[in-house]
């Protein structure tokens, strides 16, 4: 006699996991912030109602017609977790409306119990108001009371005024829930935006501790070095030749001017603090590019820049992360190959953001694909939950950005999961 074997746990467990991840991709997908066994549970309380409605007609063995409500119900999570598809919302609503319709229009029989397909009625109120607001769950709230008015004019229903209460009752669950939601959804906005003051906080109280401590000790130093060189002034070669005192003073002047190189690089950094309380100043996001790229124009650098879509509409994170590719990816071309032209590419659209940059590569550079930028630049990317591709490609150097974009509250914003990188890309 053969062992019957059964699933290991681990199995079960990462069967568990990949259908819990699917599930939270598709409510991402749709920009909602409920836990995964949300429409787990919606699901299994419609397959519930109809399961027992059937059974007070008797027609769950041998199948009748009305078990077609079945399959009405349950093809939403089939599609999903079989095709990896989602139907749309309008699709999922009409499908339970048209199943309670098909058992209410086949009635139970004479002295049976209280029947349950009205409340997939308020089931399915519940799930569009928490879903897809208050407007429409209104209009299927009206739609469900029209139908139970309709069966019990028709056909015939026991218990309408209960089944009428039912409704009311289920658009309130789904109110609570939709609350709750935007409440989190709130509550993760006030989060995020205390984490960028604290950051913002954090670099000027750096800033400070730059100009107080190190403009200060090499301020001293140029003046020690200032000094140094005017001592040496005041000396004469034993030997009559000037050369050495000249080679010290020059090697001097030297540490001079790079120090006083720094302290205008540290001035700089720290010119926007005010001496009271700083100042906050907005971070950089998608439409400051068109500004950055006529900065690097005016220090010099040729570039042929074009921009489409709307660029305001990104949200800060994610136009904040395209502005940093985008001044990396300039800056690298500045510093590897000035006299080139550099090509910049920007288009926003309801479903992607992308961001090119090439340029000629000179004969002398070999291309890698390594170092601190680029490393920073596929970290930008992950965070975003983009796709970058930076690589040679027929002798230029190709920088390619896609950010996928969902919209919320009006703004488009990146999935931030985790990030695909590729090699050669087509221009």
Same mark, same amino acid.
């Given at each position: ?37 949300i429409p787990v549970v ?10 027992? #409605? ?8 041998? !199948? =009748? ?7 009405? +119900? ?42 349950? %397909? ?7 109120? %519940?799930? +569009? ?28 229903? @026991? ?16 109110? $609570? $829930?939709?609350? =709750?939601?935007?409440?989190? %959804?709130?509550?993760?906005? %006030? ?5 960028? *003051? ?9 800033? *400070? ?10 301020? +001293? ?34 540490? @001079?001017?790079?120090?006083? =190189? ?11 603090? #005010? ?75 309801? *479903? =992607?953001?992308r961001l090119v940059v ?25 965070? !975003? ?17 896609? +950010?996928?974009?969902?919209? *919320? ?13 590729h090699g050669k890309l087509?221009?």
């Amino acid at each position: 006699m053969r062992p019957v074997l059964s699933p290991s746990p681990d199995a079960a467990a990462a069967d568990v996991g990949w259908l819990r991840a699917r599930i939270e991709a598709h409510i991402e997908e749709h920009g909602l912030a409920y836990p995964w066994w949300i429409p787990v549970v919606a699901i299994l309380g419609q397959v519930g109602a109809v399961g027992i #409605a059937l059974s007070l007609r008797d027609a769950l063995w041998p !199948l =009748q017609p009305e078990a077609a409500a079945f399959l009405l +119900v349950l093809m939403p999570g089939v599609w999903m977790v079989g095709f990896n598809r989602h139907l749309s919302h309008t699709f999922e609503t009409l499908a339970g409306l048209a199943a309670a319709v098909l058992l209410l229009w086949n009635p139970v029989g004479p002295g049976a119990a209280l029947d349950v %397909a009205p409340a997939l009625l308020a089931l399915v109120t %519940a799930e +569009v108001v928490a879903r897809d607001g208050v407007r429409n769950g209104l209009v299927v709230g009206v739609i469900s009371l029209a139908i139970i008015t309709g069966a019990d004019l028709g056909p015939g229903l @026991e218990g309408t005024p209960v089944h009428l209460v039912d409704i009311p009752l289920g658009f309130v669950v789904g109110y $609570m $829930m939709l609350w =709750q939601m935007r409440a989190l %959804a709130a509550e993760r906005a %006030a989060r995020e935006g205390e984490h960028v *003051r604290a950051t913002l906080a954090e670099r000027e109280r750096i800033a *400070r501790e730059i100009h107080d401590l190190v403009a200060h000790s090499l301020s +001293v130093t140029l003046l020690q070095i200032t000094g140094a060189r005017h001592a040496l002034r005041d000396l004469e070669e034993p030997t009559g030749e000037p050369s050495v005192l000249a080679e010290v003073d020059d090697a001097l002047a030297d540490a @001079e001017r790079v120090g006083r =190189q720094a302290m205008a690089d540290i001035r700089q950094t720290v010119s926007t603090l #005010a001496e009271g309380p700083a100042e906050v100043r907005a971070l950089p996001t998608g439409t400051d590019i068109a500004g950055l790229v006529a900065q690097m124009e005016r220090a010099g650098l040729a570039i042929d820049y074009s921009e489409a879509g709307e660029p305001k509409r990104l949200a800060q994170a994610t136009g904040l992360g395209l502005y940093r590719i985008a001044q990396e990816s300039l800056a690298n071309i500045a510093k590897h190959a000035p006299g080139s032209t550099a090509q910049v590419r920007f288009e926003v659209t309801s *479903r =992607q953001a992308r961001l090119v940059v090439r340029n000629a590569l000179p004969a002398d550079v070999t291309a890698d694909g390594t170092g601190s930028g680029l490393a920073g630049m596929s970290a930008r990317a992950e965070q !975003l939950g983009a796709t970058l591709a930076v690589a040679p490609v027929d002798g230029y150097w190709l920088v390619d950005l896609t +950010v996928p974009l969902r919209e *919320r509250n009006g703004l488009l914003s990146c999935p931030l999961r985790t990030a695909h990188r590729h090699g050669k890309l087509a221009w």
